[in-house]
Structure formats: structure tokens, C-alpha cells
């Protein structure tokens, strides 16, 4: 009996440790950092007319701020953010790779960032294909309008199209090439064509009682123009 109390004892003495043993594997366990991982991705390039494909760089499990170098088309050194993350936008498309040295390590190390085929503007948008674009002009030439304000010119544009998806489109006014206004044109099963009523400002000369203008539709993902006539007005005598 006296033998009894010592083991019974010893053996209430070791099962805490045990669990506290058990406590600490499992919490480390939920403590794994995540492998650091690079990915490339795309962006709309912002509705701007002739706009180019942008990207962005997203880095992740990483150490919180981490020194990190990143080499390909748009190289440059930086830190992490403290929950080892960062994301840099408008990169230029291509390769890269991000070297870092771990904490205590004397040895760098490098991981190859995930790099998805390059996409063109318009990608991604569905399988729409622009087969026709046409303006008429809507305001009769020769017609007598008022010029004591700009006189307003009406226009009608068409984009045809077979398939879903969006189009990108803008206006030119006369021989400008700057943009005077720009949108996008959704084809939806049964829509196989878009009209765009455009209207704008004739340019009242002074001493001069006519009014002439023209306009361009683009649509610079298909590379396709359509001019309109050139119309003539005439401003009413004061």
C-alpha cells in the first residue's frame, strides 16, 4: 500500500506534460507560414480609347516585410507588407522572378512568378466579332439653321457584330484624331447590331454663313473605321 501512492502519483505528474506536449505540436502546426508564391495577371486597360492591356503583380506568403527583389520587364526592389503580401500594378507583361533571403539565411533564394498567355484588349469580353461599322449623317445638307449658338449636327452610327460580348468604340470629330467621346456596345443573344446616335457642335466661323463637319466611328480592338458624309448648313440671315 505505501508503494501504491508514489507510482499513482508519478502518474498524475506526467499526464499534464503530455497534453501540454500535445497543446504545442498543434499549435505550431497552425502556425506553418505559407509557401511564397508570385502571380502576373490582367487588367482592362481602363476604357481609354486604343488603350493597352495592363497588369498587376500580386506576391503572398511571404515573412512580414520581407526585402524582396523582383526581375523581369519592370525590375524593382521592395518590402512586403506586414502580412507578407504586395501588389503592384501596371507592370508590363513577361516574365518574372522575386529573390528574397530568408531571416538568419546567408543563402537567397528565388521563385518564378505564375505568368497567365498574353491577352489582347477586348479579351476576355466574349466571342463577339465586329463585321460591319457604318455612319450616316442625319442633318439634311443645305438645310438653314439658327448660328446665333452652335448649330447641333446629328449623326448615326452602327456597329454589326455576330456573337456575345463587348465593343469598344469612339468618336472623332472633322480631321481631329483626339477622342471627343468614347463607349461600349453589348451584343446579347438575338442583338446583332448597335446604333449610336451621336449629336455635336458645328464651328460657327465668323463672316463665314455655312457650317461643314464630318465624323469617325472607331472601334480600335478590330482595327475598323467608318467615316460619315461631310454635312452642309447654312446659318439664317440676322
Given at each position: 500500500?505505501l508503494?501504491?501512492?508514489?507510482?499513482?502519483?508519478?502518474s498524475?505528474?506526467?499526464?499534464p506534460a503530455?497534453?501540454?506536449?500535445g497543446?504545442?505540436?498543434?499549435?505550431?502546426a497552425?502556425?506553418?507560414?505559407m509557401?511564397?508564391?508570385c502571380?502576373?495577371t490582367?487588367?482592362?486597360?481602363?476604357g481609354?480609347?486604343?488603350?493597352k492591356m495592363g497588369?498587376?503583380l500580386?506576391?503572398s506568403?511571404?515573412a512580414?516585410?520581407?526585402?524582396?527583389?523582383?526581375e523581369?520587364?519592370?525590375?524593382?526592389r521592395?518590402?512586403?507588407d506586414d502580412?507578407?503580401?504586395?501588389?503592384r500594378?501596371?507592370v508590363?507583361y513577361?516574365t518574372?522572378?522575386?529573390?528574397?533571403?530568408?531571416?538568419?539565411?546567408r543563402q537567397?533564394k528565388h521563385?518564378?512568378c505564375a505568368?497567365?498567355?498574353?491577352?489582347k484588349?477586348?479579351?476576355g469580353?466574349?466571342?463577339v466579332?465586329?463585321t460591319?461599322?457604318?455612319?450616316?449623317?442625319?442633318?439634311k445638307?443645305?438645310?438653314t439653321?439658327?448660328?446665333?449658338?452652335?448649330?447641333k449636327?446629328?449623326?448615326?452610327?452602327?456597329?454589326?457584330?455576330?456573337g456575345?460580348g463587348?465593343?469598344?468604340?469612339?468618336w472623332?470629330y472633322?480631321?481631329s484624331a483626339?477622342?471627343?467621346?468614347?463607349?461600349?456596345?453589348?451584343f446579347?443573344?438575338?442583338i446583332t447590331?448597335?446604333s449610336l446616335l451621336k449629336?455635336?457642335?458645328g464651328s460657327?466661323?465668323?463672316?463665314t454663313p455655312?457650317?461643314s463637319?464630318?465624323?469617325t466611328?472607331?472601334?480600335?480592338d478590330f482595327?475598323?473605321?467608318a467615316?460619315?458624309e461631310?454635312?452642309?448648313?447654312?446659318c439664317?440671315?440676322?
Open positions: 500500500m508503494l501504491a501512492a508514489p507510482l499513482l502519483a508519478s498524475l505528474a506526467l499526464t503530455f497534453a501540454a506536449q497543446r504545442t505540436a498543434g499549435a505550431g497552425a502556425r506553418a507560414p509557401a511564397p508564391s502571380e502576373l490582367p487588367r482592362s486597360g481602363g481609354n480609347p486604343g488603350g497588369y498587376d500580386h506576391l506568403g511571404f512580414p516585410n520581407q526585402s524582396v527583389r523582383v523581369g520587364k519592370s525590375s524593382f521592395t518590402t512586403v502580412t507578407g503580401s504586395l501588389d500594378q501596371g508590363r513577361g518574372y522572378t522575386v529573390s528574397y533571403r530568408e531571416s538568419g539565411s537567397g521563385i518564378d505568368t497567365p498567355s498574353r491577352e484588349p477586348g479579351d469580353k466574349g466571342d466579332k465586329v460591319k461599322v457604318e455612319v450616316v449623317t442625319l442633318t445638307s443645305g438645310s439653321v439658327d448660328c446665333t449658338s452652335p448649330p449636327l446629328e449623326f448615326d452610327g452602327k456597329i454589326t457584330a455576330t456575345q463587348k465593343v469598344r468604340y469612339f472623332t472633322a480631321s483626339d477622342p471627343i467621346s468614347s463607349g461600349t456596345a453589348e446579347t443573344p438575338g447590331s448597335v449629336v455635336v457642335e460657327v466661323m465668323a463672316n455655312t457650317v463637319a464630318f465624323v466611328l472607331h472601334v480600335p482595327n475598323m473605321t467615316q460619315s461631310t454635312v452642309h448648313v447654312t439664317k440671315q440676322p
